[in-house]
């Protein structure tokens, strides 16, 4: 998976900032799909902003793999991890998601996430086609995009995207500033 347009890493850094929970509330957002034991993926996941939530929800037996091609921004994913006691639960990976499928990870994970994503990668058809693999029969993924950056029809382009490699669109979900759709596999 191959990006051009990452963030700047100041963005990632201030895309942590605690006001943003008053917009984006991690447990409105990911509560109703994600419980206690589940593998999760948060893709882009920056210093983890949903990743942090996502290890609450997950539970001591449950797993978020973590993947960002930005090292500074993993770093501090690592830091604010360990301080809030989540380190185990997470598993943080530098780069694209095609290691986890040669990890023997395909058909492990419950639910994904990619939000304000799928804009900065260049193949947005590769990334759906991974995230795929990497669903179980069944798994989902929620697909969240910056209404600032990305027209409607852009994103019409990026659903169609998702399901041509296989998705099925299950709801478009309301999460303030973006445009979102839940998309499931099989
Ligand atoms: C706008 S930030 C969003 C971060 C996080 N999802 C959030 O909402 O707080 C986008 C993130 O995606 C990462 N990114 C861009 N292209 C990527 C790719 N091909 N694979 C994994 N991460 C990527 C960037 O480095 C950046 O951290």
New binding site residues.
Partial sequence: ???S???P?W??YL??NPF?KLV?SPGRILGPYVSTGMWTL?????????SLPLARLVGASGRVIC????PK?LEALRRRARRAGLAERLDVRL???HPLIADGLDGRVDFA?????VH???DSGA?FSDVYALLKSGGQLLV?E?KGRVPEEEFVKTVHAAKTTGFAQVSTPCIAGTRAVLLSKG
């Fill in positions: 998976m191959s990006t347009h990452a963030c890493v963005v990632g895309l942590a943003r984006h948060d893709v882009g996941c920056a210093t983890g902003f949903f993947v960002d091609v930005q921004l780069g694209g998601l996430l990619a939000f304000a994503v900065e990668v260049d990334l969240a910056p």
